[in-house]
Nanobody
Framework: QVQMEESGGGLVQAGGSLTLSCVAS??????MGWVREAPGKAREFVAS????????SYSNSVKGRFTISGDSAQNTVYLHMNDLKPEDTAVYSC???????????????????WGQGTQVTVNT
């Protein structure tokens, strides 16, 4: 069983910044990341990091504004969000890769589980 403890969500004005944190426990991870779900919209990939390569990946909508980082030894991941926009409003969930997938498992497909999420609301 894997548990994810997410924190850092909140209310922020457009153009502001926010940092999300997640700690996974119970299982070691090969990578971690974030997905988000806005009301009336499908869940979408946001960002990921692969521990053994250090490579990162971002969705086009957040590229250049969000930065993912973490500590593999602590199974901890962060999402540094800058220049937030109203369209970023969503429930952000920590996602984990607990099974080692081939390299062609990318972005959303690589995640095995995700947490309950933390609400991020961006006001105009």
């Amino acid at each position: 069983q894997v548990q994810m403890e997410e924190s850092g969500g909140g209310l922020v004005q457009a153009g502001g910044s926010l940092t999300l944190s997640c700690v996974a426990s119970g299982r070691s991870t090969y990578g971690m990341g974030w997905v988000r779900e806005a009301p009336g919209k499908a869940r979408e990939f946001v960002a990921s990091i692969t521990w053994y390569s250090g490579s990162t990946s971002y969705s086009n909508s957040v590229k250049g504004r969000f930065t993912i980082s973490g500590d593999s030894a602590q199974n901890t991941v962060y999402l540094h969000m800058n220049d937030l926009k109203p369209e970023d409003t969503a429930v952000y969930s920590c996602a984990v890769e607990v099974y080692k997938h081939p390299g062609y498992y990318t972005d959303f497909d690589r995640f095995d589980y995700w947490g309950q999420g933390t609400q991020v609301t961006v006001n105009t």
